[in-house]
């Protein structure tokens, strides 16, 4: 038998707790580019805002948001 | 056989003023939106100009009624008094709503604005510079309008009338230097809700200054033609009490949107 996948989604976060998580996961995924931004791509606790936007965030949104910082118009600093 | 009035009201006399004031509030509104859609400013300004001259001449009436005629008694006072006081509690609730509308989108900032405010971009205005310049002036014209009012008491009326002008002189060099600022600031009421809930805030702030401004100046012409007494001069009053609403206004929009909100 395969291992065990392991499925979980982001904890719960005292900063966010209504049923709207969207700026959970903005937040989230802010931290992770300004953790990897000041960390590097390798620092391995980044790996928890990842792993929490991905959860949380839809796909499109994230698109849309990394093709902003590329155009240079994402609304906050990285 | 002289008419005798058995009651201490002011049953007023058939008048144009209120139908041709109420046409030009409509052709007024209505100019409004024409000018936000179709980008024609010409019936807003008709509309402004019925408004404007029917108003003068509503109030002349009224001014005509009280001083020279006599009509108003301590009840019709007391009448008007609560009027003016309503309807400045109706104005305190109009600016609660544009209040209400800054600190919606300022205290949680949507991720759109990215959860920051003033949005990235927006350049705010330094509160240590003109805006506290402009707050100096309206309190600095609080004093001397209260100073104004003390002096018409006491019947000093060569100092009631140079501090009544001062107060108005502050009130326009206000008006001037919020233009000023409007005509230099870096963004518009386009740039984001920040924009919109500056301008709408201000700009209405701003209104009710011009308006402020010119009760105080009625009132000041009115105090030179030696309309009011030491007992009788609610004309004076009820300005008064508005361009003290005016100074509380602004105040909440220096705290609050210039200082807080940069």
């Given at each position: 038998?395969?291992?065990?996948?392991?499925?979980?989604?982001?904890?719960f976060?005292?900063?966010?707790?209504?049923?709207?998580?969207?700026?959970?996961?903005?937040?989230?995924?802010?931290?992770?580019?300004?953790?990897?931004?000041?960390?590097?791509?390798?620092?391995?606790?980044?790996?928890?805002?990842?792993?929490?936007?991905?959860?949380?965030?839809?796909?499109?949104?994230?698109?849309?948001?990394?093709?902003?910082?590329?155009?240079?118009?994402f609304?906050?600093k990285? | 056989?002289?008419?005798?009035?058995?009651?201490?009201?002011?049953?007023?006399?058939?008048s144009?003023?209120?139908?041709?004031?109420?046409?030009?509030?409509?052709?007024?509104?209505?100019g409004?939106?024409?000018?936000?859609?179709?980008?024609?400013?010409?019936?807003?300004?008709?509309?402004?100009?019925?408004?404007?001259?029917?108003?003068?001449?509503?109030?002349?009436?009224?001014?005509?009624?009280?001083?020279?005629?006599?009509?108003?008694?301590?009840?019709?006072?007391?009448?008007?008094?609560?009027?003016?006081?309503?309807?400045?509690?109706?104005?305190?609730?109009?600016?609660?709503?544009?209040?209400?509308?800054?600190?919606?989108?300022?205290l949680?900032?949507?991720?759109?604005?990215?959860?920051q405010?003033p949005?990235?971009?927006?350049?705010?205005?330094?509160?240590?510079?003109?805006?506290?310049?402009?707050?100096?002036?309206?309190?600095?014209?609080?004093v001397?309008?209260?100073?104004?009012?003390?002096?018409?008491?006491?019947k000093?009326?060569?100092?009631?009338?140079k501090?009544?002008?001062l107060?108005?002189?502050?009130?326009?060099?206000?008006?001037?230097?919020?233009?000023?600022?409007?005509?230099?600031?870096?963004?518009?009421?386009?740039?984001?809700?920040?924009?919109?809930?500056?301008?709408?805030?201000?700009?209405?702030?701003?209104?009710?200054?011009?308006?402020?401004?010119?009760?105080?100046?009625?009132?000041?012409?009115?105090?030179?033609?030696?309309?009011?007494?030491?007992?009788?001069?609610?004309?004076?009053?009820?300005?008064?009490?508005?361009?003290?609403?005016?100074?509380?206004?602004?105040?909440?929009?220096?705290?609050?949107?210039?200082?807080?909100?940069?």
């Amino acid at each position: 038998m395969a291992d065990e996948v392991k499925i979980g989604t982001a904890p719960f976060d005292p900063r966010f707790p209504n049923q709207n998580q969207t700026k959970h996961c903005f937040t989230s995924f802010v931290d992770y580019k300004r953790c990897t931004k000041l960390r590097g791509e390798d620092y391995a606790p980044c790996k928890y805002f990842e792993k929490a936007y991905n959860s949380l965030c839809p796909n499109a949104w994230v698109e849309k948001w990394e093709s902003q910082i590329e155009e240079g118009t994402f609304p906050t600093k990285i | 056989m002289m008419v005798v009035k058995k009651h201490p009201f002011h049953m007023v006399d058939m008048s144009p003023w209120p139908l041709s004031t109420s046409i030009g509030a409509l052709v007024m509104t209505t100019g409004l939106v024409k000018w936000f859609n179709q980008f024609n400013i010409n019936l807003l300004i008709i509309g402004l100009l019925i408004t404007v001259i029917s108003s003068f001449q509503w109030w002349r009436d009224i001014s005509r009624e009280s001083t020279y005629q006599g009509l108003h008694t301590k009840k019709v006072l007391s009448g008007m008094k609560l009027g003016m006081v309503l309807f400045i509690i109706s104005e305190v609730f109009f600016f609660l709503s544009f209040f209400w509308a800054f600190f919606h989108s300022s205290l949680s900032p949507s991720v759109e604005l990215g959860m920051q405010w003033p949005p990235m971009g927006i350049q705010p205005f330094n509160p240590m510079q003109i805006p506290l310049l402009n707050t100096i002036i309206l309190l600095s014209s609080g004093v001397s309008v209260t100073y104004t009012h003390h002096s018409i008491l006491e019947k000093t009326m060569t100092h009631s009338k140079k501090s009544l002008m001062l107060t108005v002189i502050l009130g326009l060099y206000f008006s001037c230097l919020q233009a000023l600022e409007y005509w230099e600031a870096p963004f518009s009421m386009a740039d984001s809700v920040y924009g919109s809930t500056f301008f709408m805030a201000t700009g209405f702030h701003g209104i009710h200054v011009i308006v402020g401004t010119t009760f105080l100046f009625i009132s000041l012409i009115r105090l030179m033609k030696n309309h009011f007494s030491s007992y009788h001069h609610f004309g004076f009053e009820a300005a008064a009490w508005y361009w003290h609403f005016v100074d509380v206004v602004w105040l909440f929009l220096y705290i609050n949107v210039y200082w807080w909100g940069a």
